[in-house]
């Protein structure tokens, strides 16, 4: 089973909106709306801040948001903030038979 | 307020068996799976498996099956996640968190502050 496929990097100004992307297949992002994002900081612990595809947790600022085209997840962050800068993880369930949960590979914000 | 305390670093060498234990409070026990991932180094997260406290059912990643092996014990409020036959490339960053399974939505909501297990000879 193949990690979900994210950009290895992406980067934005203060202020500006960025889009991660998340492609999977059939069997995972685009058969079902478990999809999930995930902000980790260096050296701390993930944190959920999108689930079904587009929910956010309690206490998420709503700059982030997510959605779905077909196999693609996005995860958007609007007014980017220099805290935002981290790694971004997408994952889904899959009707794989080898697991449940797939992650993507990680993407890396920059604030410039 | 939920909190999910993990045991501490272990350093182990190739072949041996290591368990990493993680303390749920704050929430009712019984009422949410745990699941286990791990990062290894520079890397990205993988998905190993979860547990149902309340009656003990399990689902590994085929890839571990074999080496991993999670129990739970309700009267203490701990996971357990023990991998065996343990290699160099195990070598890891393991966290445990609550969800993962269809009962949340495949998601995991509250992490543990995870346990590095290094092994090396």
């Known amino acids: 089973q193949s990690a979900l496929t994210q950009p290895a990097s992406v980067s934005g100004s203060p202020g500006q909106s960025i889009t991660i992307s998340c492609t999977g297949t059939?069997?995972?992002?685009?058969?079902?709306?478990?999809v999930s994002w995930y902000q980790q900081h260096p050296g701390k612990v993930p944190k959920l801040i999108i689930y079904?595809?587009?929910n956010r947790p309690s206490g998420v600022s709503n700059r982030f948001s997510g959605s779905k085209s077909g196999n693609t997840a996005s995860l958007t962050i609007s007014g980017l903030q220099a805290e935002d800068e981290a790694d971004y993880y997408c994952?889904?369930?899959?009707?794989?038979?080898?697991?449940?949960?797939?992650f993507g590979g990680g993407t890396k914000l920059t604030v410039l | 307020q939920v909190h999910l305390v993990q045991s501490g670093a272990e350093v182990k060498k190739p072949g041996a068996s290591v368990k990493v234990s993680c303390k749920a409070s704050g929430y009712t026990f019984t009422t949410y799976d745990v699941s286990w991932v791990r990062q290894a180094p520079g890397q990205g997260l993988e998905w190993m498996g979860w547990i149902t406290p309340y009656n003990g059912n399990t689902n590994y990643a085929q890839r571990l099956q074999g080496r991993v092996t999670m129990t739970t014990d309700t009267s203490t409020r701990t996971t357990s996640m023990e991998l065996r036959s343990l290699r160099s490339d195990d070598t890891a960053v393991y966290y445990c968190?609550?969800?993962?399974?269809?009962?949340?939505?495949?998601?995991?909501?509250?992490w543990g502050q995870g346990t590095l297990v290094s092994v090396s000879s």
């Open positions: 059939s069997s995972d992002v685009g058969g079902y709306n478990y």
């Open positions: 079904d595809v587009s």
């Open positions: 968190a609550r969800g993962g399974t269809h009962r949340s939505g495949w998601s995991f909501d509250y």
């Open positions: 994952s889904s369930y899959t009707s794989s038979s080898t697991l449940d949960v797939v």
